[in-house]
């Protein structure tokens, strides 16, 4: 693959999430994860600037309807398994931290596959146009996001 087509699916990834978010807040979901990280804010923010046709905007939140079924499983086990650790209440068992961890991380894996299935699947609806804006906003994003961490550094 070209640096091009990496950056363009870099950028569709990005869009994906925050479309997914986007429609699903709209749709009275909570989203994959519960709540909306920066990124997952941020993507929805460029998901919105690429002007979605109203068929667009329904393919999307069909596709968030589609996979509810796989995300919600997964993150109620995530937060049976945060429950736990928390009723540990500064005690530490090894081997039950370390099966906890185990499975925090198998079930991160399992989520991170379904939200990039997702990102593919939105990704495919966009237009060529939306694509190449999604590029542009993207690195607008992410110097901007450098910017700041740079300064943030500084400030140490």
């Known amino acids: 693959m070209n640096k091009k087509t990496i950056a363009i699916l870099s950028i569709a990834a990005i869009l994906v999430i925050g479309g997914v978010f986007a429609i699903a807040q709209r749709a009275g979901h909570k989203g994959f994860a519960g709540h909306g990280t920066r990124g997952e804010q941020a993507a929805m923010m460029m998901l919105r600037r690429l002007d979605l046709t109203d068929q667009q905007q329904a393919q999307v939140k069909q596709i968030l309807e589609d996979n509810k079924g796989a995300v919600e499983p997964i993150r109620e086990q995530l937060k049976a398994n945060?429950?736990?650790?928390?009723?540990?209440?500064?005690?530490?068992?090894?081997?039950?931290?370390?099966?906890?961890?185990?499975?925090?991380?198998?079930?991160?894996?399992?989520?991170?596959?379904?939200?990039?299935?997702?990102?593919?699947?939105?990704?495919?609806?966009l237009t060529d146009e939306q694509k190449a804006k999604a590029d542009q906003l993207r690195q607008t994003m992410k110097q901007r996001f450098q910017d700041r961490f740079k300064n943030g550094l500084g400030d140490e």
């Open 82 to 125: 945060h429950k736990k650790l928390a009723d540990m209440k500064g005690t530490f068992d090894e081997a039950q931290v370390s099966q906890i961890a185990k499975s925090q991380g198998d079930l991160t894996a399992q989520l991170i596959v379904v939200r990039q299935k997702v990102r593919s699947q939105i990704f495919a609806i």
